[in-house]
């Protein structure tokens, strides 16, 4: 069982219907916000040495 530390999950701030892998849903209530979680850019490599 997960408590609460301010009386409600962070949740992302959009009002349409978010879907969520398991491991989000475990950040999610692990306390870790969703929305500032950015990706790595991808890059290309002209070659490998």
Known sequence: MKRLEVNRFVWPGAEE???L???QLHWLLD???LSV???H???HYLRIS
């Open 17 to 19: 219907i978010v879907t």
């Open 21 to 23: 892998s398991v491991e």
């Open 31 to 33: 306390g870790i916000d």
């Open 37 to 39: 979680i950015q990706k």
């Open 41 to 43: 850019r991808q890059r």
